[in-house]
């Protein structure tokens, strides 16, 4: 049972537009939510994070938004450009217990120039 | 910032062969560091929660026989795949939590292929 969803196995935009990443979740006990970027063959790199207790979280070209009423978070990246282009993975966690990360499947984001 | 080491990065091995892969927090100590495995194309799997001191955490359907976690230190766990097969063959990934800020850090990953 996938408790975080990524429908969109892959997103193209242009260079300058506006990207917008979505991810769904089915566990009411997250709370915390998170957007990794992930190149091939590395690890991931945290993106930017989201508190159940916020709708809206903003760091330079990066914006995440939740919809707590819908489990529905996004990701917007404005402008895009061609060096964010890589697998985002969108991560949720409860504050209790061991507190890991359930990722989704991951979306790969190509920017073309 | 903090920084998560893998070591190997990939390694390639024989059928029926042990692998150690090791995960290391470098400037901070952590009390709890994960293990994932990722397959292509798909998501990260969390596979176990290793704490200090004590017995790591399966999760359902990971073998514990099969895939050995020791976190003997607050700074370094392992992974060990015992008697590995090919379709053993994927990225591992492992993260640490810091003890002091609670912050999760990812290793670079480790890309293990079994022939």
Same mark, same amino acid.
């Given at each position: 049972?996938?408790? @975080?969803?990524?429908?969109?196995?892959?997103?193209?935009?242009?260079?300058?537009?506006?990207?917008?990443?979505? $991810?769904?979740?089915?566990?009411?006990?997250? *709370?915390?939510?998170?957007?990794?970027?992930?190149? !091939?063959?590395?690890? !991931?790199?945290?993106?930017?994070?989201?508190?159940?207790?916020? *709708?809206?979280?903003? *760091?330079?070209? #990066?914006?995440?938004?939740?919809?707590?009423?819908?489990?529905?978070?996004?990701?917007?990246?404005? !402008?895009?450009?061609?060096? *964010?282009?890589?697998?985002? #993975? $969108?991560?949720?966690?409860?504050?209790?217990?061991?507190?890991?990360?359930? #990722?989704?499947?991951?979306?790969?984001?190509? @920017?073309?120039? | 910032?903090?920084?998560?080491?893998?070591?190997?990065?990939? +390694?390639?091995?024989?059928?029926? =062969?042990?692998?150690?892969?090791?995960?290391?927090?470098?400037?901070?100590?952590?009390? =709890?560091?994960?293990?994932?495995?990722?397959?292509?194309?798909?998501?990260?799997?969390?596979? /176990? =929660?290793?704490?200090?001191?004590?017995?790591?955490?399966?999760?359902?359907?990971?073998?514990?026989?099969?895939?050995?976690?020791?976190? /003997?230190?607050?700074?370094?766990?392992?992974? =060990? +795949?015992?008697?590995?097969?090919?379709?053993?063959?994927?990225?591992?990934?492992?993260? /640490?939590?810091?003890?002091?800020?609670?912050?999760?850090?990812?290793?670079?990953?480790?890309?293990?292929? +079994?022939?």
């Amino acid at each position: 049972d996938q408790q @975080v969803k990524q429908n969109s196995p892959s997103l193209s935009v242009q260079e300058g537009r506006i990207s917008i990443l979505n $991810c769904d979740y089915t566990n009411s006990m997250f *709370d915390y939510f998170l957007w990794y970027k992930k190149y !091939p063959a590395e690890g !991931p790199t945290f993106l930017i994070s989201i508190s159940s207790i916020k *709708d809206k979280n903003e *760091d330079g070209r #990066f914006t995440v938004f939740l919809n707590k009423s819908a489990k529905h978070l996004s990701l917007h990246i404005v !402008p895009s450009q061609p060096g *964010d282009s890589a697998v985002y #993975f $969108c991560a949720a966690r409860s504050d209790t217990g061991r507190r890991a990360l359930t #990722f989704g499947s991951g979306t790969r984001l190509q @920017v073309q120039p | 910032g903090a920084v998560v080491s893998q070591h190997p990065s990939w +390694v390639i091995c024989k059928s029926g =062969t042990s692998v150690k892969i090791e995960c290391r927090s470098l400037d901070f100590q952590a009390t =709890t560091m994960f293990w994932y495995r990722q397959f292509p194309k798909q998501s990260l799997m969390l596979m /176990a =929660t290793s704490n200090e001191g004590s017995k790591a955490t399966y999760e359902q359907g990971v073998e514990k026989d099969k895939f050995l976690i020791n976190h /003997a230190s607050l700074t370094l766990s392992t992974l =060990t +795949v015992t008697s590995a097969h090919p379709e053993d063959s994927s990225f591992y990934i492992c993260s /640490a939590r810091s003890q002091s800020s609670g912050e999760l850090f990812f290793g670079e990953g480790s890309r293990l292929t +079994v022939l």
